[in-house]
């Protein structure tokens, strides 16, 4: 039986599919081109923050004392305003629901687009604007709020004339949050109706592989969480511009109000960033197994329920604000107790290596670092969630290696380990795997080396947002490990971008359908896949990690994964 999505359909559909010029990517509403263009946009925008935290690290290197200057003082709380918002807002949050969720959710559930393909379109232009917009009132504005705007930074009055004008930056980059808030929305909407109302014949909800899983726990957060933050940041704009007072306290307001309000949004927020490279993990460990994935059950609902008590941990984030100690103590608890969905998560992915057959790829690589940098981020949490560890650590720099091993050792590597997986079936090129793995050497070496030296300069009270630092020997050695642990991972970086730039623009064409030789559905489709995925409706047979099936299948030449009807 022919395969849907066949190669003969492939070479009588590929004229009208790809269609030439860049208008025609601009305008069209093909949810594997939507996800292209996030992935070239957001990847940009990488490039740009990579460069930003190399200049802070420089900055680090030796302390006030030395002469030692890069950044201004007056300059500097700018730049990691920038770097932050930038890899926050414009790359980790987007991350692998706008570039893998856009091109494999409906390929992995059997259909032929999303839900709502315009409002798709839509979604990225506003995070396009949006992007553009937070980026140029940065720049323009040097606004100095840091990642969270928290008042008193984000309610002064201040603003720069600009071509005889008065620029008010952060009411500008406020505004554009909130837009980019908006199209996070309405991805999660459509990616909501689509897993939904969607699927396949016999895709029942517990066939749907573990990333659409991840991407559905993540798009209620998206849909349910992020009115309230942009509600926030739009009073914020409105206290700026009328004498109304909700958060300067010189008008009646509340600073600490708008950290209830922020942190309901940004602590779901981090699972937003890290439940989809969870998925994304999920369909790497099993394929490069060769085994099914254990506890599938338990990984899908441990999904949901991260997703659904990370609304109830906001708090932990303001121990030291003065709550009521019954609070704290309720916080502190459902903190340590969130642990137990993403500890069953872990354990059932090193369950599924326990003696299998591994193929050391690319993508399994960063999806094994995943798994260490995300260990390492969730035991330093538990340090947090305990309230006397917690006043000592808060605001040092132990908070900023916590929160990169999370973001960016979770998330950001799981993320490109699920690019180097699913690259081939995307572009139709395959890549070096030399240099491929020489990216990950490079950047999980240079990560390491760049965060632990920070743990513990925050365990001796290193500040965080400082320009400089006293001239004392415990903070001199480690700061210049990490800066020199900086460099390491931005030759990672470099070469990670290198060898996807080769690979599109002279990389190995490859039309094979399942170089992985994985069980899923959206293998089945050609490579790269079709405008419409399928050419027929399919019909799902089988659970999507049944291995013994699927050889049997490949065996006998039938459909991987489905049969056609």
């Known amino acids: 039986m022919e395969t849907a999505g066949s190669q003969s359909y492939l070479s009588t559909h590929t004229s009208s599919r790809w269609n030439r010029g860049l208008l025609s990517w601009f305008m069209s509403t093909d949810h594997k081109r939507i996800g292209i263009m996030y992935g070239f946009t957001m990847f940009s925008f990488f490039g740009l923050a990579v460069c930003l935290g190399l200049l802070i690290k420089l900055q680090k290197l030796f302390p006030g004392s030395s002469g030692w200057e890069i950044i201004p003082p007056e300059m500097y709380g700018a730049t990691f305003t920038l770097h932050a918002v930038i890899m926050i807002f414009l790359f980790i949050i987007p991350g692998a629901p706008a570039v893998l969720g856009n091109f494999m959710l409906p390929l992995q559930i059997g259909a032929k687009d999303v839900a709502f393909p315009r409002v798709n379109l839509l979604s990225f232009w506003l995070y396009c604007f949006g992007a553009i917009m937070a980026v140029v009132g940065i720049l323009l504005g040097a606004a100095d709020t840091g990642w969270t705007f928290t008042p008193p930074y984000s309610i002064n009055t201040r603003s720069i004339s600009i071509f005889g004008g008065d620029f008010d930056s952060i009411s500008w980059m406020l505004t554009a949050v909130f837009i980019l808030g908006w199209g996070t929305i309405l991805t999660g909407i459509n990616f909501i109706v689509t897993i939904h109302r969607m699927r396949a014949?016999?895709?029942?909800?517990?066939?749907?592989?573990?990333f659409t899983w991840s991407i559905y726990a993540a798009s209620w957060i998206q849909v349910l969480a992020t009115p309230v933050v942009g509600i926030s940041l739009i009073m914020i704009v409105l206290e700026r511009v009328m004498p109304i007072g909700f958060f300067d306290p010189t008008k009646g307001g509340d600073p600490i109000l708008f950290q209830h309000l922020f942190w309901i949004y940004s602590h779901p927020a981090v699972y937003v960033m890290i439940l989809p490279s969870m998925g994304l993990v999920s369909e790497i460990i099993p394929t490069n197994s060769q085994k099914p994935i254990f506890g599938y059950k338990s990984i899908a609902i441990a999904s949901c329920s991260i997703a659904g008590v990370g609304y109830l941990i906001w708090a932990h984030h303001m121990f030291t604000t003065g709550m009521s100690d019954t609070a704290s103590i309720i916080f502190s608890f459902l903190t340590f107790f969130v642990a137990i969905p993403t500890a069953i998560k872990v354990f059932n992915w090193l369950a599924t290596l326990y003696k299998a057959s591994i193929t050391l790829t690319p993508g399994m690589l960063f999806a094994l670092g995943f798994i260490f940098n995300f260990s390492i981020g969730g035991l330093t949490g538990m340090f947090l969630g305990s309230l006397s560890t917690d006043i000592h650590l808060h605001d040092t720099d132990f908070i900023v290696a916590h929160f990169h091993y999370t973001m960016f050792g979770g998330a950001a590597f799981g993320l490109i380990g699920g690019i180097y997986h699913y690259f081939p079936k995307m572009f139709g090129k395959m890549y070096s795997m030399k240099w491929a793995k020489a990216s990950f050497a490079f950047m999980f070496v240079g990560f390491n080396s760049l965060f632990i030296p920070m743990f513990v300069l925050g365990f001796y009270g290193m500040p965080r947002r400082y320009q400089t630092y006293p001239d004392m020997p415990i903070f001199n050695h480690f700061q210049m490990a990490s800066t020199i642990g900086s460099w390491i991972l931005g030759i990672g970086v470099v070469l990670l971008l290198t060898t996807w730039i080769r690979a599109l623009l002279s990389g190995e064409k490859t039309s094979e359908m399942n170089p992985w030789n994985s069980s899923t559905l959206e293998w089945q489709t050609a490579t790269p896949p079709t405008l419409y995925n399928f050419e027929e409706e399919v019909e799902i047979t089988r659970h999507p990690y049944d291995y013994e099936t699927f050889r049997e299948e490949v065996k006998k030449g039938t459909s991987i994964g489905a049969t056609n009807e």
């Open 201 to 210: 014949k016999g895709m029942t909800l517990f066939r749907m592989p573990l």
